[in-house]
């Protein structure tokens, strides 16, 4: 009887990969059929409006098979970094969409938090956001590793917690990727603790900072990096300003 709820779990479990690897291939041929017919627009080839529109007609129909095909979710496990301005303003937009949704919001602040943002007063004029800022500021103003230290450690015992309760759609982590960096926080204990949940929760996890390290990156679903063209701080001398640093 073990032999063959043995065998039939096996024979499940290839089923099920093999199901994968076509679905994996099938979004594949989609994807390039897509590039491939183009987005449209007055830089479209065609001078024929009927050939266009059958273009677009085409493009429709495997658009609405990339859609179709694409069934699972799950929560996903988001990083903002790099030197570009915006990881924060990434995330804090996704508070706002949860907001909408009339889903709860979490944002722990990591290293900010010696002084009061814009977005923290209008947070907080809505009940299902909580806001942390467990930070006390960039290393040459605390001047104090071991405190710093500290402060982290309480910023993650409070996300875990957070992490765990699925009430909470979307938890922030802002500025752990700087955290980490700064060897306050390893970014093993982080994957190890998401790994380690045992009912994993369709929640939202978003780390932001520059410098995020490369086994936070290859854990996470989705990664974006914010590259630095032009600022006005470092190529004009404008101090930081209020509605757009804080």
């Not at 065998?7 to 990969?17: A, G, N, R, T, V």
């Not at 273009?55 to 970094?81: A, H, N, P, W, Y």
């Not at 996704?94 to 290293?111: D, N, P």
């Not at 190890?192 to 410098?211: A, P, Q, S, Y």
């Amino acid at each position: 009887m073990v032999d063959i709820l043995k065998i039939d779990y096996l024979w499940f479990y290839k089923f099920m990969e093999s199901e994968s690897e076509k679905r994996k291939n099938i979004n594949k041929n989609l994807d390039h059929d897509a590039l491939a017919a183009g987005i449209g627009g007055k830089i479209s080839p065609e001078k024929d409006e009927h050939q266009y529109k059958l273009r677009m007609q085409k493009r429709k129909e495997i658009q609405s098979e990339r859609l179709k095909i694409r069934k699972d979710k799950k929560g996903l496990i988001i990083v903002f970094t790099g030197n570009g301005k915006g990881k924060t303003t990434a995330a804090l937009g996704m508070a706002i969409r949860t907001l909408g949704h009339m889903e709860k919001a979490v944002i722990i602040q990591f290293i900010k938090g010696s002084w009061e943002t814009g977005e923290e007063k209008a947070f907080k004029n809505f009940p299902n956001i909580k806001w942390y800022s467990l930070g006390e500021g960039f290393t040459w103003e605390t001047q104090d590793r071991i405190k710093d230290e500290k402060l982290v450690k309480e910023a993650w015992r409070l996300a875990k917690g957070y992490i765990k309760n699925k009430a909470y759609k979307l938890v922030i982590l802002d500025e752990i990727n700087i955290a980490i960096k700064l060897g306050y926080i390893n970014s093993d204990e982080i994957i190890d603790f998401i790994k380690g949940l045992e009912n994993k929760n369709d929640n939202h996890i978003v780390l932001t900072g520059r410098g995020a390290p490369d086994s936070i990156i290859k854990f996470a679903d989705l990664v974006t990096e914010m590259n630095l063209i032009k600022h006005p701080f470092k190529d004009q001398g404008i101090k930081a300003q209020k509605c757009i640093e804080f």
